[in-house]
């Protein structure tokens, strides 16, 4: 699990560098998932990452 924590360390702050609510939600989300070894959910959070950054594009683009 520490390479997804990693992940999620890098999203967070990631997101705090460009203010994005998604991006800090996402990772948070996924190191809290990691820390409870919450498999299921660590799937899901991760399956959900393309839609977020498809979001992130359409917003750049307005």
Same mark, same amino acid.
């Given at each position: 699990? =520490? %390479? /997804? @924590?990693?992940? +999620?360390?890098?999203?967070?702050?990631? =997101?705090?560098?460009?203010?994005?609510?998604?991006?800090?939600?996402? =990772? *948070? #989300?996924?190191?809290?998932?990691?820390?409870?070894? %919450?498999? @299921? #959910?660590? $799937? $899901?959070?991760?399956?959900?990452?393309?839609?977020? /950054?498809? *979001?992130?594009? +359409? $917003? $750049?683009?307005?």
């Amino acid at each position: 699990f =520490g %390479d /997804i @924590e990693m992940f +999620a360390d890098q999203i967070r702050y990631a =997101g705090e560098a460009y203010s994005s609510e998604n991006l800090i939600r996402f =990772g *948070t #989300n996924l190191a809290s998932h990691c820390r409870n070894f %919450d498999i @299921e #959910n660590i $799937k $899901k959070i991760l399956y959900s990452y393309p839609e977020i /950054i498809q *979001t992130l594009r +359409a $917003k $750049k683009e307005q």
